[in-house]
């Protein structure tokens, strides 16, 4: 296999109408980077400085250690990859020109740019991405995030200074996917020697993409300038050389109030994270654009040890998936902006399991009797079920970083209705981040809600079920059957064959109660009318970084 340049200026126009109406279904759109833009001809002009207002501040902006979503298409700035996933699921170049496959799907060769450097001065070569996959792999108790997609990758082969050859221990049909994320992107080989604290981020963190990080103020923002020598895109990018912008600063802004009146009062150009209530405010209302992304990857699910007691039984986690109305609470949180979940993988996707639809959910009756059969029957004073004196409790753990969006809002409102219909103690814990990776890395997790950034839906699957993934790879006995059903997916070949087992997956998932899918997300953009170029990245279906973005300048 080859992989040949993508080019993607013919579907500008589509793509552009697409973004500006809002529009959620972008699975038509195969572009690597769809762009927003003016329904106007403009010439894009060079200089200025953005100003972005985001929902969180990364934990974390080492690519390599971070788990944070909303970190990737920040730390996407200074951070390129090898290969640049399309929208329509293929892979065009991007650090590397060209690769072939092994006919035992055993062996990627990479044919590399000899044009590219880091923002130190360090060549980009075939030495780099084994510096880069070695300190992953050394490191792999810190990069568990980047790790995990390497976990069928054994070694490097530099076949000669812009050739590289990476080697696994088995196919793995999920290995490109993991090749165009920004956790396995490329960080100085200078860097990573030094070392210092990367997860920081500052100067010190230095990657080959279109900005440098030029300061971090906790709490407060990031700046990144731009980057002069940029010539080297993703293959479907819209334009070639530098970025257009000289300087984007990212402005931490958790309270959508607060959001919303920076942009309407000019203190910030752009904003995510736009609420259901305040898409009035910008949407078809002159000197703002509205937009919303595709629902490609994953839905927002509440994933459940089903290891752990009480959700050890499978008619707990049956009553806990149906004992409540989803449609009606997401309605009701979402204000119809997004779509309510039936898959733990986002309806866009290709490979999503549509006969779920409607095969599950609100089934109160029903919920009731599996409890009571369960042995669930007495009652304690506030009203929940009991057993042996011990009051039917799950706990969700959800770290207090990656809350966003009406989330825990919207698990709230779950616990309210599972309390009243069904009688069972769903307890939100805001943790810290450090309170859950110590849970996961002994198993003793309970409820983990999450959205997770993989398109290819086999390591999806495998990230959150699979027995070496994120979620269960501290588990000593997760369910063989669906573990044994996402190994088999990833050795299979793209195709009808693959596609069947991971509908399986999906329904077995949904069927046992190892999940409680609850919406599709789309990340809600609002800017500024003179903002042009704004995008979204098929790999991370959230926000592409600032490098198509330029701004209008006064008076032009």
């Avoid at 060769?109 to 980009?124: E, I, Q, S, W």
């Avoid at 398109?455 to 993934?469: C, N, Q, R, Y």
């Avoid at 599709?520 to 973005?549: N, Q, R």
């Amino acid at each position: 296999m080859k992989a040949a340049p993508f080019a993607c200026a013919a579907l500008a126009a589509t793509v552009a109408a697409l973004a500006l109406s809002g529009c959620n279904d972008d699975k038509d759109n195969a572009g690597s980077n769809p762009v927003a833009q003016q329904k106007t001809a403009l010439t894009p002009v060079s200089g200025g400085t953005l100003t972005w207002g985001v929902t969180t501040e990364p934990v974390c902006f080492d690519p390599h250690r971070s788990s944070q979503q909303n970190s990737f298409w920040v730390i996407r700035n200074f951070i390129d990859s090898l290969i640049d996933k399309q929208r329509d699921g293929s892979y065009a170049p991007w650090l590397a020109k060209s690769w072939t496959v092994s006919d035992d799907g055993k062996a990627y060769t990479f044919n590399l740019r000899d044009d590219v450097h880091f923002t130190d001065g360090t060549p980009f070569d075939a030495q780099a991405v084994k510096a880069n996959f070695d300190y992953i792999l050394a490191n792999a108790s810190t990069t568990s995030a980047s790790a995990s997609l390497l976990v069928h990758y054994d070694h490097t082969e530099i076949v000669s200074p812009y050739v590289v050859r990476l080697v696994m221990k088995q196919p793995d049909s999920t290995t490109l996917e993991s090749l165009s994320s920004v956790k396995l992107g490329f960080i100085s080989p200078k860097a990573l020697a030094s070392n210092a604290d990367l997860c920081s981020g500052g100067p010190g963190l230095v990657g080959t993409g279109p900005f440098v990080f030029s300061a971090y103020q906790r709490g407060q923002s990031a700046t990144f300038v731009r980057n002069p020598d940029y010539r080297w895109p993703a293959g479907g990018a819209h334009h070639q050389g530098a970025a257009y912008l000289e300087r984007v600063v990212y402005r931490f802004l958790p309270e959508a109030a607060v959001r919303t009146g920076a942009l309407s009062s000019g203190q910030v150009d752009l904003i995510e994270g736009v609420q259901p209530t305040d898409a009035s405010v910008f949407d078809k209302v002159d000197g703002f654009q509205y937009l919303s992304g595709p629902s490609a990857t994953t839905s927002f699910t509440l994933n459940v040890n089903y290891t752990a007691a009480p959700a050890d039984d499978v008619r707990v986690r049956r009553a806990l998936r149906d004992g409540f109305d989803l449609d009606a609470i997401v309605k009701s949180v979402y204000l119809g902006t997004v779509r309510r979940a039936w898959s733990n993988i986002g309806p866009d996707n290709p490979d999503y399991a549509a006969a779920l639809n409607g095969s599950w959910g609100n089934n109160v009756a029903q919920a009731n009797r599996l409890l009571d059969e369960a042995g669930w029957t007495t009652r304690d004073s506030d009203g929940f079920r009991a057993k042996d004196g011990k009051r039917l409790s799950i706990e969700v753990g959800y770290p207090q970083p990656y809350v966003r969006d009406s989330r825990d809002v919207l698990i709230r409102a779950i616990q309210s209705a599972l309390r009243q219909n069904v009688g069972l103690d769903l307890k939100l814990r805001i943790t810290t981040a450090g309170d859950f990776a110590n849970q996961k890395a002994t198993g003793n997790w309970t409820i983990y809600p999450n959205t997770d950034n993989p398109s290819d839906v086999a390591m999806e699957l495998w990230d959150m079920l699979g027995d070496h993934g994120f979620l269960y790879d501290s588990i000593h006995n997760p369910d063989p059957v669906i573990v044994g059903q996402i190994n088999r997916a990833r050795l299979l070949p793209v195709g009808d064959e693959r596609r069947k087992l991971l509908g399986d997956v999906q329904r077995r998932a949904v069927d046992e109660g190892y999940i409680v899918p609850l919406f599709a997300p789309a990340y809600h953009l609002a800017a500024k009318s003179t903002v042009h170029g704004i995008g979204f990245e098929p790999e991370l279906d959230g926000p592409a970084s600032a490098y198509e973005i330029w701004v209008e300048k006064q008076g032009a």
